[in-house]
T-cell receptor
C-alpha cells in the first residue's frame, strides 16, 4: 500500500464545476504539499500546509491531521486548470533526518470547455 | 529572482552509457533535492544535498550519485544506464531543510 493515496486517479468535469481531489496518507507528517504538474513535466507548488486551511485565488486546500487526510478544491473550474495534481507529504522522523518528500501518484484533471 | 533551472531538457542515451544532469537552484537556496518520475507515477526521492553534503538518500543504487557546488547548483550522475532509468528527473531547491521546495522543469531522459 502506498503511503500517500489520491482519489480520484482521473477526473473529467465541465467548465465551472466545483472540483475536489482527495489525499490520504499513512505516516506522521510535518507538512503536506499540493503540487500542479502540466504536460511536459514542470511542477508548481500550490500549497504547503500543516494544519487548517489555505486559500489562493480559486484554490482551497484543507488538512485534517487527526484523520490523515487533505483535500484540494477548485472553484469555478476552467480548462486551464487541466493538469495533474499531486499530493506529497514530508514525513516526521526520517531515518537520515533528511527532507524526504513522499508523493502520491497524482490526479489527472481534465476540464472541458 | 531566478527560479530553478535544469539542463538539458531532453536527453537520449543508450544502455550502459553515463549521464550528467544539472540543476541551478533558486537564488538564496542552499538545499537541492533530486527526484525520478517514471511515466504515470509520482516522483520518487533520489537524494538531497544540503550545503554541499549528501543529506539523505532514497532507495536508489550507488550508480546514482550527485554533487553540490559552492554556488549550491547540483549535478545528478547516473552510470551504467538501464532501460528503467528512462524517466523525468526533477530537482527542487529550498532555503534550508523543512521549507517549501521549488521545482525545476525537469529533464526527460530516454534510455534506448
Amino acid at each position: 500500500k502506498n503511503e500517500v493515496e489520491q482519489s480520484p486517479q482521473n477526473l473529467t468535469a465541465q467548465e465551472g464545476e466545483f472540483i475536489t481531489i482527495n489525499c490520504s496518507y499513512s505516516v506522521g507528517i510535518s507538512a503536506l504539499h499540493w503540487l500542479q504538474q502540466h504536460p511536459g513535466g514542470g511542477i508548481v507548488s500550490l500549497f504547503m500546509l500543516s494544519s487548517g486551511k489555505k486559500k489562493h485565488g480559486r484554490l482551497i486546500a484543507t488538512i485534517n491531521i487527526q484523520e490523515k487526510h487533505s483535500s484540494l478544491h477548485i472553484t469555478a473550474s476552467h480548462p486551464r486548470d487541466s493538469a495533474v495534481y499531486i499530493c506529497a507529504v514530508r514525513p516526521l522522523n526520517t531515518p537520515n533526518r533528511d527532507d524526504k518528500i513522499i508523493f502520491g501518484k497524482g490526479t489527472r484533471l481534465h476540464i472541458l470547455p | 529572482e531566478t527560479g530553478v533551472t535544469q539542463s538539458p531538457t531532453h536527453l537520449i542515451k543508450t544502455r550502459g552509457q553515463q549521464v550528467t544532469l544539472r540543476c541551478s537552484s533558486q537564488s538564496g537556496h542552499n538545499t537541492v533535492s533530486w527526484y525520478q518520475q517514471a511515466l504515470g507515477q509520482g516522483p520518487q526521492f533520489i537524494f538531497q544535498y544540503y550545503r554541499e553534503e549528501e543529506n539523505g538518500r532514497g532507495n536508489f543504487p550507488p550508480r546514482f550519485s550527485g554533487l553540490q557546488f559552492p554556488n549550491y547548483s547540483s549535478e545528478l550522475n547516473v552510470n551504467a544506464l538501464e532501460l528503467d532509468d528512462s524517466a523525468l528527473y526533477l530537482c527542487a531547491s529550498s532555503k534550508g531543510q523543512g521549507n517549501e521546495q521549488f521545482f525545476g522543469p525537469g529533464t526527460r531522459l530516454t534510455v534506448l
